[in-house]
């Protein structure tokens, strides 16, 4: 197989490393010095060759890991995984799409054989070789989202399209940046964002609602979001805050550079054909401070970004009590030398 | 997001229905897969009529889960701008096409515990398809369907063979006409209804289930408009610093395209808003035709929708 999967831990003893190559791949989410929200989509149909956006669902050194984090995520809290009754067709679209995907995008680490609408499917990573019956749901071990997303790196929430809204009725949430779906489940658009400071002032999510309706098959799209966590935590969950909220408080400015990770999250969007849902993948991302400060630019404009942020930002986003640690270990990386435009390394 | 992606299509099939009504059929010309789709979705086909170029949304008819072929039907519209004259006398068996992949604005309501469609001459085409999709999932429907005469009801024997149970024709010179008030005070709760046909039916089922105390939610219905044609005008795009000429049988966003001018657009029939463009400057009056500004939006004289909407007057100064 042409990816070496990590073998780590997201949580205990948190082996989780990132490679050289996993790296200079980091999706680094600011394209200047300054960060404030925007719609900021593009299509997302490819990019350069070996970056996360190259294939519709990027395969990575810890997808074998993440796979099993999940698994263990599930089994404690299996509400995580959650689909109205009216989303099953939804299911089987998302299920199509990405087996069609990994199928075509990974030769070498997935096979689809369609005959009719008897399928067999083989992930070589996770040793699965499933014959099944397309829209019959009795033929595989879980419902057709379950079980695809339990062999896929991301979170996937799948929002209903009626009444010129979107809804969250169906979901796969174990990796989330403190969000519930289980909170969430039912919301629509609007409903899901109450939380968000600035934006809705800002006229942010009716701009994005329409752009979001108005995505259609052929043209998918994506963006990136951002946060700070501590440890390279998967599950940030609400539900588990209580696991995870304390570790804030264990950061020191000796092991700053390797305890706190900036978060990325690579989010797409696909117009599901046979339910006319849209689904919205989150993929997360993680890289430590030590790791991150390797590339100079990046290192430059993160404290720039961390220094200006406002307030309310860096509150939502949970490492306000940090920031002066955090500044204090990206300062001497900042030179201040001016930085070159876009998000890649010099 | 301009549009919405292409398909190189050939024509495959061509049936003449009836007097007005001709079923067109296209695979993809590479002879692979068509992309599936949800019922009620249409897809824009591309006319290219000698010098000018067309760009009509159809609604496709033919099984969502067929991956094979997509059919539509061009009602015949003697008064139109010939986009429909051009599907009825210039497209043949063999012709290559461009088609867009299917877009879906009218699409079920998969929470319904029972779709209830209401259909009014070609306003048919829709339903076929959901029809063929709630078949596959047992899904619970009924269909009422109104046309001019018996010889114009197309679908009709083909629908009540199979369906003799779920389908109600109705023909309007047999003085025949759909009972909405036992209709609508009959069906079970979490039905849905879906309208689709000319204005009138639309604004009369929706006004009834209304008062009937029908949620907004449950009642669904598509008209989509074609552009008219009218009196040629002048237009200039600020942005793109240049002036247009819309011809009598162009529409405004066909001469903005023709000149080079990228536009969004997904229904091209004054429905979904994504066409919608701010005006900096005018003199004279619109003619607005769509079903997207609000009353007030078109008073303003600050926005057009540019797929269905016309201008006449001395100055136009569109921000595009």
Not at chain 1, 19 to 42: G, Q
Not at chain 2, 91 to 112: C, H, Q, T, W
Not at chain 2, 160 to 166: I, W
Not at chain 2, 302 to 315: A, D, H, N, Q, T
């Amino acid at each position: 197989m042409t990816i070496q999967f990590n073998d780590e831990s997201f949580r205990g003893e948190y082996t989780f490393t990132n490679s050289d190559h996993a790296i200079k791949r980091f999706p680094f989410p600011f394209h200047e010095d300054s960060y404030m929200y925007a719609v900021n989509m593009e299509q997302h149909q490819g990019g350069p060759e070996g970056s996360i956006y190259e294939k519709r669902f990027d395969v990575d050194e810890h997808y074998v890991s993440e796979m099993y984090d999940r698994k263990l995520v599930l089994t404690e809290d299996p509400l995580r995984c959650q689909s109205l009754p009216h989303m099953v067709m939804a299911g089987w679209d998302l299920l199509e799409l990405i087996m069609v995907s990994k199928a075509e995008d990974y030769p070498d680490l997935f096979e689809l054989h369609r005959d009719g609408a008897n399928w067999r499917w083989v992930n070589k990573p996770l040793s699965i070789d499933q014959s099944f019956v397309f829209l019959d749901e009795t033929t595989l071990p879980y419902g057709p989202m379950e079980y695809i997303t339990r062999q896929t790196q991301g979170d996937f929430c799948i929002l209903d399209q009626r009444n010129d809204n979107l809804w969250m009725d169906a979901g796969m949430v174990t990796t989330q940046a403190d969000w519930s779906l289980d909170f969430d489940i039912g919301m629509n658009f609007f409903e899901w964002h109450a939380p968000v400071p600035k934006a809705h002032e800002m006229g942010i999510f009716i701009r994005a609602l329409k752009f979001l309706l108005s995505i259609q098959q052929g043209t998918p799209a994506r963006r990136l979001n951002w946060t700070m966590t501590v440890n390279p935590l998967l599950d940030t969950s609400p539900e588990n805050y209580h696991k995870w909220g304390v570790q804030k408080r264990t950061l020191t400015p000796e092991n700053i550079g390797q305890k706190q990770y900036l978060r990325v999250e690579l989010q797409t969007f696909f117009r599901l054909p046979r339910s006319n849902a849209l689904v919205f993948p989150i993929r997360c991302y993680l890289i430590n401070l030590e790791d991150l400060v390797s590339v100079p630019k990046w290192a430059r404009r993160l404290h720039r970004v961390i220094r200006d942020l406002p307030i309310e930002l860096a509150t939502y986003k949970g490492f306000i009590d940090n920031r002066p640690m955090i500044l204090d270990y990206l300062a001497p990386f900042d030179d201040g030398q001016p930085t070159s435009d876009g998000v890649w390394p010099d | 997001m301009i549009g919405s992606t292409k398909i190189n299509v050939i024509v495959s099939q061509i049936k003449v229905l009836n007097d007005l009504v001709t079923c067109f059929e296209f695979k993809r010309t590479n002879g692979g897969l068509l992309p599936t789709f949800s019922g009620g979705a249409h897809t824009i086909v591309e006319m290219q009529d000698g010098s000018v170029l067309r760009l009509n949304p159809y609604s496709i008819m033919s099984d969502p889960f067929d991956q094979a072929r997509y059919t539509i039907s061009v009602r015949r519209d003697d008064q139109g701008r010939g986009g429909s004259l051009f599907m009825h006398t210039k497209v043949k068996v063999g012709d290559e096409m461009v088609i867009s992949y299917p877009v879906n604005l009218f699409s079920l309501d998969l929470r319904a515990r029972k779709h209830l469609f209401i259909a009014g001459g070609i306003g048919i085409t829709p339903f076929l398809a959901q029809i063929k999709q709630l078949e596959r999932s047992n899904g619970y429907w009924e269909l009422h369907y109104s046309t001019r005469r018996p010889s114009l009801g197309t679908f009709v024997d083909e629908l009540l063979k199979k369906y003799p149970h779920k389908v109600s024709p109705y023909y309007d010179e047999c003085d025949q006409r759909i009972e909405l008030t036992s209709l609508l005070s009959g069906q079970p709760l979490g039905t849905h209804i879906y309208i689709c046909g000319p204005k009138g039916m639309i604004d009369w089922v929706r006004q009834e289930a209304t008062d009937f105390g029908w949620p907004d939610e449950a009642i669904h219905f598509e008209e989509f408009l074609a552009p008219l044609p009218g009196k040629p005008f002048q237009a200039k795009l600020e942005i793109s610093d240049k002036v247009i000429n819309v011809g009598e049988l162009q529409s405004l966003l066909e001469a903005v395209e023709l000149a080079g001018v990228e536009a969004p657009y997904l229904c091209r029939g004054g429905a979904c808003g994504q066409c919608e463009t701010s005006v900096i400057e005018y003199d004279g009056k619109f003619i607005h035709r769509d079903h997207w500004l609000t009353d007030d939006e078109k008073t303003s004289g600050l926005k057009i929708m540019p797929c269905v909407s016309r201008f006449e007057g001395k100055k136009l100064v569109l921000d595009r």
